[in-house]
């Protein structure tokens, strides 16, 4: 399960990465790259719904291996070096870990569900981790193996082959619980209180994940910093949020309420952020870990919730699904409005006080959502 969460993000961090390469090479413009950019993230939103039919029909051991197959169909077809099959490759990619990320989050309700909290954080250190190594990693492996970009986009293929290997075993076992035990079985919490408050609570952090680490880089090196100096800030970001992806849902599952979660992350958020604005050079290593620790919090809690929130595996497959179609479709605005609030501006304060103002909601759902409880399908 862990090889999975390590395969959502490489793949896709991968580009941006390379997207300077992409760009020089292929002539791609401003608004593509943007499109490329946000396309895993609309992926995402459209392909999450669709999840609990896939699992309940063919077993969540099935799903998720047809779904790593898909996402290393996906880093082979953009071996080749032009425009059409990058765009093409990153659409399977982006298809196959939509279906991934609710099939696992129901796969922790059923196998672990003594240990929601410690399986929900190791998966989210897992997609912080992966992305965090990828954004490292991939220039240097690039340059030392001697590839153009489009090699260094499909070296990340590897680990989807990986899990492959690891997981097509346990298909010759057969289905490791009963049919029933796939998520989203019947009924709908579109109309769910609660669901509304997970899901709107996943939202909101994950436009301000998404769009904090896309920009991070660009807005230290506007600053001054090298692009060294700017990748070891995004490192530290990233290293701080595994920190707390682990520790945050672990602490959950010990509480009955995990409103007080929300507060801390979306304020420590909120702080990060301020900082960035007022004093971008003074302290940036600082306010990097901040908001490291911050986006590590609500994101794991997010991640938790779906699990903590549903009475069965099939509601944690339905809120799941229902949260990250939310979420991400949300989530794909956020980068390219930043990007078009700083052109139109010329500075940065305003799209990072629009952030510190989404902590606010984002703050109050995760309240909501922590509360306890069950949703409820109708």
């Known amino acids: 399960?862990?090889?999975?969460?390590?395969?959502?993000?490489?793949?896709?961090?991968?580009?941006?990465?390379?997207?300077?390469?992409?760009?020089?090479?292929?002539?791609?413009?401003?608004?593509?790259?943007?499109?490329?950019?946000?396309?895993p993230l609309i992926c995402f939103g459209v392909f999450a719904p669709l999840a609990p039919r896939l699992a309940r029909r063919h077993g969540m051991e099935r799903t998720l291996v047809a779904v790593l197959l898909l996402l290393l169909a996906g880093a082979a077809v953009r071996l080749v070096p032009a425009l059409p099959p990058l765009f093409a490759g990153t659409f399977l990619i982006g298809a196959a870990v939509a279906v991934a990320n609710?099939?696992?989050?129901?796969?922790?309700?059923?196998?672990?569900?003594?240990?929601?909290g410690l399986m929900s954080g190791l998966h989210s250190a897992m997609l912080v981790g992966g992305g965090a190594v990828a954004?490292?990693?991939?220039?240097?492996?690039?340059?030392?193996?001697?590839?153009?970009?489009?090699?260094?986009?499909?070296?990340?293929?590897?680990?989807?082959l990986v899990a492959v290997l690891v997981w097509a075993p346990r298909l010759r076992r057969g289905p490791a619980r009963r049919p029933h035990a796939a998520p989203g079985a019947g009924g709908s919490l579109?109309?769910?209180?609660?669901?509304?408050?997970?899901?709107?609570?996943?939202?909101?952090?994950?436009?301000?994940?998404?769009?904090?680490?896309?920009?991070?880089?660009?807005f230290f090196i506007s600053h001054g910093c090298s692009e060294g100096r700017a990748g070891v800030l995004l490192a530290v970001c990233m290293g701080f949020a595994m920190l707390t992806s682990l520790l945050v849902p672990v602490a959950a599952q010990r509480s009955r309420r995990q409103s007080h979660l929300a507060v801390l992350g979306s304020a420590l958020c909120a702080v990060a952020l301020i900082?960035?604005?007022?004093?971008?050079?003074?302290?940036?290593?600082?306010?990097?870990?901040?908001?490291?620790?911050?986006?590590?919090?609500?994101?794991?809690?997010?991640?938790?919730?779906?699990?903590?929130?549903?009475?069965?595996?099939?509601?944690?497959?339905?809120?799941?699904?229902?949260?990250?179609?939310v979420g991400y479709l949300v989530a794909a605005v956020g980068p390219t409005l930043f990007g078009a609030v700083r052109d139109l501006t010329g500075?940065?304060?305003?799209?990072?006080?629009?952030?510190?103002?989404?902590?606010?909601?984002?703050?109050?759902?995760?309240?909501?959502?922590?509360?306890?409880?069950?949703?409820?399908?109708?």
């Open 1 to 39: 399960m862990l090889l999975v969460g390590l395969n959502m993000r490489p793949v896709i961090v991968a580009v941006s990465a390379l997207l300077d390469d992409i760009r020089h090479a292929t002539g791609l413009s401003n608004g593509a790259a943007g499109v490329l950019s946000t396309l």
């Open 102 to 116: 609710v099939v696992v989050t129901a796969l922790i309700k059923r196998d672990f569900h003594r240990h929601v």
């Open 190 to 218: 579109w109309r769910d209180r609660l669901a509304w408050a997970v899901a709107l609570f996943y939202a909101f952090q994950s436009l301000v994940y998404y769009t904090a680490t896309t920009w991070l880089p660009s």
């Open 135 to 160: 954004a490292a990693a991939t220039v240097p492996l690039r340059d030392g193996l001697d590839l153009d970009w489009s090699g260094g986009l499909a070296l990340w293929g590897v680990l989807a």
């Open 275 to 325: 900082g960035l604005a007022a004093a971008p050079t003074g302290a940036a290593t600082l306010w990097a870990a901040l908001l490291g620790l911050g986006l590590g919090a609500v994101l794991s809690l997010g991640i938790a919730y779906m699990s903590m929130r549903a009475r069965t595996t099939e509601e944690a497959g339905m809120l799941s699904a229902m949260s990250q179609c």
């Open 347 to 378: 500075h940065w304060t305003a799209g990072l006080v629009g952030l510190v103002v989404i902590a606010v909601p984002m703050a109050v759902t995760g309240v909501l959502a922590g509360r306890g409880g069950h949703v409820r399908p109708r």
